[in-house]
């Protein structure tokens, strides 16, 4: 692979939905096509990264050159992430259902008797969070994302806090033409313990490529832990 500054650092990325199966043929997903988060692994191995890619079902191509590693719910991408520690870093792109259905079954539920009128749900592990939080093998450095749809920096902010992590990269999903999700721009405000950046709208690629330049200058600087 490359080498660059990122030589030597491992890094974990999540990309894609989770997909929650109810029965054979239905499951609870969240939208998210992949992109950005495939880009941003993309771009972590051009600088040299040894990348692990953990994600869930997407209808694009894998990025090549990268630890891959395919599930399909958000318990397996956890088990997924936690079989990747230690690294160096660990940004959490992946949009995981907060909820599964508690009950799954190998028959088709069948709408005649009402059987989707009240479906059961569990909370989902929260993968960022439990990352963040963690005693011994913590990341030096851990990103999660933020879609939201009003008041994206003051949520942003918050989650930040909530969640324990260090940057967020947050971005409005609001519906519309500039809507990211699906498409192939975005436009980000990158929140760290310095304070909020607003980057201008660019291709996934664009914003990828300087996310993964913005991380090897944080893992070349001292440790603050
Ligand atoms: O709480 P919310 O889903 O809005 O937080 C978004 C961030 O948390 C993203 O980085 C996402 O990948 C991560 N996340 C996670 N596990 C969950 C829920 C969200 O890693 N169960």
């Not at 043929?25 to 771009?43: C, D, E, H, M, T």
């Not at 930040?160 to 721009?185: F, Q, T, Y």
Request: charged share 25%; with cysteine; proline share 7%.
């Amino acid at each position: 692979s490359a080498s660059g500054p990122l030589t030597n650092k491992k890094i974990l990325v999540t990309a894609g939905p989770t997909h929650e199966p109810l029965d054979p043929v239905r499951y609870i997903a969240n939208r998210s096509s992949g992109k950005q988060g495939y880009a941003i692994a993309a771009a972590l191995r051009n600088l040299g990264a040894d990348v692990t890619l953990v994600t869930g079902p997407t209808s694009i191509a894998l990025p090549a050159g990268i630890n891959t590693v395919r599930v399909e719910t958000a318990r397996e991408m956890m088990a997924a992430s936690e079989a990747a520690l230690p690294v160096d870093c660990a940004i959490m792109c992946a949009a995981v259902a907060d909820y599964r259905p508690s009950i799954e079954t190998d028959h088709k539920i069948k709408k005649e008797r009402g059987g989707l009128t009240n479906i059961p749900v569990a909370e989902n592990p929260d993968i960022l969070k439990t990352v963040s939080q963690l005693q011994t093998n913590r990341p030096r450095l851990v990103i999660g994302f933020a879609a939201e749809t009003d008041d994206v920096l003051c949520y942003a902010e918050a989650k930040r806090k909530r969640k324990g992590c260090d940057w967020i990269v947050a971005n409005d999903v609001s519906p519309g033409a500039d809507c990211p999700m699906g498409g192939e721009r975005n436009e980000i405000i990158l929140i760290t313990d310095k304070g909020d950046e607003n980057w201008p709208q660019m291709p996934k690629d664009e914003v990828a490529r300087r996310l993964a330049v913005r991380i090897g200058e944080a893992l070349a600087g001292p440790s603050l832990v």
